[in-house]
């Protein structure tokens, strides 16, 4: 992977205001998931990394949309909106 055209497909990303996945930016990810090396700084691909969470989440949300099998006591009950927002703050 080429870090100019990861840093220019990066910048395109974060001018859009309607934002979507970008098959560079979605090899990137891949790459650093495989390997462990981000090649730029996380304030760089930070706001790339949000989006595809916050994407993944609501896929996950749409294919799973009730909790399933019984409570667990000493689990807290959280509602998705919730949790998925605490994720995303904590991130």
């Given at each position: ?6 840093e ?41 990394f ?42």
């Open positions: 992977m080429e870090i100019d055209s990861l220019e497909a990066l910048r395109d990303f974060d001018k859009k205001t309607k934002k979507e996945p970008s098959p560079v930016l979605e090899q990137f990810l891949c790459h650093v998931a495989k390997t462990g090396q981000t090649m730029v700084q996380w304030s760089e691909f930070k706001d790339y949000l989006f595809k969470l916050e994407k993944v989440m609501d896929d996950f949300r749409s294919s799973a949309p009730e909790q399933r099998g019984p409570a667990n006591p000493n689990v807290e009950s959280v509602p998705f909106e919730d949790m998925k927002e605490r994720i995303l703050k904590i991130v």
